[in-house]
Structure formats: C-alpha cells, structure tokens
C-alpha cells in the first residue's frame, strides 16, 4: 500500500476513484427517463394520436418529440362539447343561478292543497239585498268575536247559528255527519280544530222579531294561535266567551278576558254543552245547578280584579250577560228566553222579566202562596232556577215530554236516530237563539257608538305616548315649553298636539 495516498490518520487523499453510487444513480435516472416515455406514449394512444410508437419501443424507433414532457395546462382530460354533439350545437355557460327561490330545485309529486273546495253558497233565510240594507243601518249592526278555550263549542255555536239561517243540504256535511262550517281548511277538518279566525255576517232576529246584522269572528281556542285573538279583538266591539260547564275555565280562558278587560271590551259569557251534566255525567238537577253557579264564579272571579270595582262588568243571569247552551242539539236560552216560553206554553200573560229575575240566586216558589221566598220552606225545596229551568230540560231529554209543551213531530221523524230526533224536538220547543241575540244587542254597542269609543281610546293611548315621550326627551323637545294636547280633531286618530 502506498503511504502517499492516506494522510496520518488513515483517510484517503488520493486521486478520485470511480464509485458504484454513482453507475447507480445513472441507472436509476436511465429508468425514470424510460418510464416517462412511455407514460407519454400511453397519453398518445389515449388522445387518439395513432401515430404514436408502442409503449415498450425503443429510443431508436420513437419520434421525435415522442418523449417530451406535457404541461398540465396541455394535458386534455375530457372532449369538448363540440366533439361530443357536433359543430353545430351552441353552448351556452351561466355562471349564476337565474332559477327563483320561491321555485324549489326538485319539484314536488304533489301540491298540497289546504283549502276546501269551494261549494255554492247555501241558501239564506233571507235576501241579499235585505243584508246589504242592513250593512247601510251601523246602529243595527255588532262586532262579536267568539273566543274561549279549546274544545269549548265555539265552533258548535256557529254551526248552529248557521243552521237557523241557512238551507244545508248534507253536501256540506263532513264524513263524521259534523258540519263545521267555518273550518275552511282540510288541516282543521281533519285535526278537529280551528287555526284561522274566520268572519261570517249573519242576520239574526230578536226576541221582538227585530233583524239585526250579527258579523261574528270565530277564533282558535289553541293557546298557539292566540295572535288570531288578538287581532280579532280589535276588530270588534264586544266578546262572546264560551266556556264548557264541564272544564270550566281554563288558560286561554283566562287570557281572552284579560285581553277583552284590556281593550275594554264588553263581554257576554254563554255557557255551552251543558247536555253533557246530562248524558255524561248524569249529574242530578241540583248539582247541576251548583256546577252552572261555580263556572259563573270562576268567571267573575278572573274579571274582578280588573274590573276597577264596576259590579256592571261582572257576569250575572239576571243581569242579562250569561246565556246557556247545548249547540249540538240545537238549542240556547237566556233566563229572559225561558220565561217568555213559559208565557208561551201556558197562555198567561205576565211580566216575563220579572219572572226571569227570580229564576236565579237563593230564591224558592211556595206553590200554596205562589210567592217567591228567600228561605227554603223545606229541606227537600228546591231553588227556583231548578225547579223552572234544569228539571224541565232533564225532562226533555230524558223522556220526551213534547205532548206537554205543544210540539208534535212528524212520523218521518221518528226514524231517526237519537240525537237528529232530540235534536229536532230541542229546536221546535227552543226554537231561534233570540236570547243569544237579545244578549249581544243589548250588552255591546252599535257598530256607530263603538266607533267613536274606540277613536276616543286611540286618542288617550297616543297621549299617553306623547306625554311619556316629552318627560323623556326633556323641555328641550318643546323649547322649554309644556305639550297641551288638542282634542280638537277627534276624526284624527292619531292626536294631534300643539306647543
């Protein structure tokens, strides 16, 4: 070994030696070259270049420029439109979607559809042009809204108002044989409750036979719909509330009279289903009565404290702002309406009012003095409202007694089932709701008065605001001076106010 070639400590400073990494390294470059000729070959034979070599041929018998490398821009991965249908077809680019939104992307199979169909109207008890007659007269003309829980017979008391003004052939009848004529949507047909508050004008007659132009709002009893309420109230000049005698009063109950005690509505309570005390519960007729006083109670009990101590605001019978009702067999009486039968049926003429005033409250008839007394003249008496009014009616659906009262149906009739029959016997003794119509006219303002009542209210809210405005902005608003309201322009509903 040459000494010359390794420095002292033993490491090579000889000429440079030939390395086998290096014959490696050229192999390796040898092959990459190969594999990317024939990578260029096989996107040759892929874009239809047939002139283009096999993939394994040798350097020597490819051509030229066969081995180039393609950019990425060059490289042509899908045809054109223009290959793929023609030169003749025109392509046309949209960068934005000019589709609507109210179109949605994948249409549906089917349109939902959630009004009913719409049939003829049906034929009215009255004429066209005596309603427009009527629509001209605002002093015999009420806004009522019919509001309560949900399930009370709202809906129930229309249908029978409807049916004792209107012709209705069974077209208009669901498939259960209910009517439910202000449910106009297939939603609340089949749910069995009503979402929309629906107005219908109708004309009713009084217990004098005097027509007056009703527009009743039947609203949603749900506690979800409530906005319905509210905007029903303020279209309106009183409030029917409808309460079920078996639940009582319940929570939308409750916010109904707050609402009406708020907008300073009147409000006449009609108590309804009270054929249930009787076919369901099967509650004696003295119980009865004391169920019919509590739900008065419970009701007076929510107006009371917002009542500012008028007694003329709380719900009386014999005050003439609670009526009773089983809308489903037709029927509806005040205690005024039950007395005028009495005179009726037995051909006495007396003072029916003054009769109707002793048919409530601790009051007991003395057959032997016919007097009305204030204490029981036996502890097997009864009060006069039960005597006069709940055992009659327990009579009647329970046996019938139509002979008694002068009413005779038509043998057609007893074929029916149970309740079309006590249903038809209920209307012939009943007859119209004129007590419901005497209550309405009498317990709320003309659509004249309520008028001028309601612009009088707008004016004070906008006072109100006015004067809570000017304490918060400062003297400063007015230039140091006070804001005098003008009541003036009453017909301006929104107040005017000078400096």
């Known amino acids: 070994m040459d000494d010359s070639l390794y420095d002292e400590f033993g490491n090579y400073i000889g000429p440079a030696l030939e390395s086998d990494e290096e014959d490696e390294e050229e192999e390796v470059e040898d092959e990459l070259d190969d594999a990317e000729a024939r990578a260029n070959a096989r996107l040759d034979l892929v874009h239809g270049n047939g002139d283009a070599g096999p993939v394994g041929m040798e350097e020597d018998e490819e051509e030229e420029g066969a081995g180039a490398v393609v950019l990425h821009e060059d490289k042509k991965y899908y045809p054109t439109a223009e290959e793929v249908y023609g030169k003749e077809t025109e392509t046309l680019v949209m960068d934005e979607d000019a589709q609507p939104l109210e179109v949605p992307i994948i249409q549906p199979i089917k349109t939902k559809k959630l009004e009913v169909t719409e049939r003829g109207p049906p034929v009215t008890s009255y004429e066209p042009e005596f309603l427009a007659g009527l629509m001209a007269t605002p002093e015999l003309a009420r806004h009522v809204a019919i509001v309560g829980h949900l399930h009370h017979g709202k809906t129930r008391v229309m249908d029978m108002l409807v049916e004792q003004t209107h012709s209705l052939g069974p077209e208009y009848l669901n498939p259960d044989g209910s009517l439910r004529f202000t449910d106009t949507r297939l939603d609340e047909q089949e749910r069995g409750i009503s979402l929309k508050m629906v107005p219908m004008s109708l004309v009713l007659q009084s217990s004098s036979s005097k027509s007056f132009l009703i527009n009743l709002i039947d609203t949603p009893g749900h506690i979800n719909f409530n906005d319905e309420v509210s905007a029903a109230m303020r279209m309106c000049d009183g409030v029917l509330l409808v309460v079920d005698v078996v639940e009582g009063v319940m929570v939308s109950t409750e916010k109904a009279v707050r609402q009406a005690m708020q907008e300073n509505l009147p409000i006449c309570l009609l108590i309804s289903k009270m054929d249930r005390l009787i076919t369901e519960l099967k509650l004696p007729p003295r119980d009865a ?7 008065i109670d419970e009701v007076n009990a929510l107006i009371q404290p917002l009542a500012g101590g008028r007694e003329e605001l709380l719900m009386d019978p014999v005050r003439g702002n609670v009526a009773f009702s089983a ?10 309406q039950f007395a005028q039968l009495y005179c009726e049926v037995y051909g006495e003429k007396f003072d029916h009012k003054e009769f109707a ?3 409530w409250g601790d009051l007991w008839f003395v057959p032997e ?3 009305f007394v204030k204490k029981a003249p036996s502890s097997d008496a009864e009060r006069s409202f039960i005597q006069f009014v709940m055992e009659p009616i327990y009579k009647i659906h329970g046996q019938g007694m139509l002979n008694n009262l002068g009413i005779y149906l038509k043998p057609s009739s007893f074929s029916k089932d149970v309740r079309p029959l006590l249903k038809e016997a209920c209307s012939n003794i009943f007859g119209p709701a004129c007590g419901l119509v005497d209550m309405l006219t009498t317990h709320i303002p003309s659509a004249k008065k309520a008028s001028a009542d309601k612009v009088g209210r707008c004016l004070c809210r906008v006072s109100v605001y006015n004067l ?27 107040g005017r106010c000078r400096c």
């Open 369 to 371: 003095t016919r007097k």
């Open 327 to 336: 809308a489903q067999y037709g029927w509806s009486f005040t205690l005024e």
């Open 468 to 494: 809570l405005m000017l304490e918060r902005l400062g003297r400063r608003a007015c230039n140091g001076r006070v804001l005098v309201l003008s009541s003036a322009a009453p017909h301006d509903h929104l």
């Open 357 to 359: 005033r002793r048919l």
């Open 289 to 295: 009565y004391f169920k019919l006083r509590h739900t």
